[in-house]
């Protein structure tokens, strides 16, 4: 008798054992409230740099600089290097020629906010923090101006054959100077 109520006990056991497993696997897990992240909230939780994800605009910006420091630039502008300096005739002739063919899309002083430009995609590059930036070399910024954007399908138009490469120096040395006493665009209508 005690292995049948043993057996019995067992068996009981047992029994119980599975009950509780399956009644465990069945059960709806318990509920955890949503936490706020405020540090990466959900519109922020998003593949940024991934292929297809990069923005066109800045996809033209890199694809620009990336050629510059893979593959470098055309002979006629490797090695270049200023030739006007920072005298105050220059600057001056810098600013006017700057605010004739430049401004009306980057800006008076530099930051993109022309009135041509409302619609150009990219928009026009922020200059005035560009030029603080270390690829902004001569070579760099003699080719992007002389040559323009149209091989990174940008609107910047190429200057090589409307300005004297040394009116294209005296744009950058106006740059480099900080943009200052610089007459006015003359209004797009």
Partial sequence: M???????????????????GAS??????PT?????????????????????TMPPGMRARLLRHYTFMHYGVQKEYQGAKSTVG?????????AKIYAQRCAGCHGNQGLGDGDAPRSLLPSPALLA???QRPIAVDEYL???????????????????????????????????????????????K
């Fill in 142 to 188: 003699l080719w992007s101006i002389a040559e323009g954007g149209k091989q990174f399908d940008t609107q910047m138009p190429a200057f090589k054959d409307t300005l004297k490469r040394e009116d294209i120096w005296k744009i950058i040395a106006y740059m480099r100077a900080g943009f200052s006493d610089q007459p006015k665009a003359p209004q797009v």
């Fill in 32 to 52: 955890k409230e949503p936490s706020v992240d405020y540090w990466q909230p959900p519109w922020m939780q998003r593949e940024l740099w991934g292929p297809g």
């Fill in 86 to 94: 920072n005298a105050k005739e220059a600057l001056e002739e810098g």
């Fill in 129 to 131: 923090f560009m030029i």
């Fill in 2 to 20: 005690q292995r049948s109520t043993h057996a019995l006990v067992c068996s009981l056991l047992l029994l119980t054992a599975i009950a509780v």
């Fill in 24 to 29: 465990a696997q069945t059960a709806p897990p």
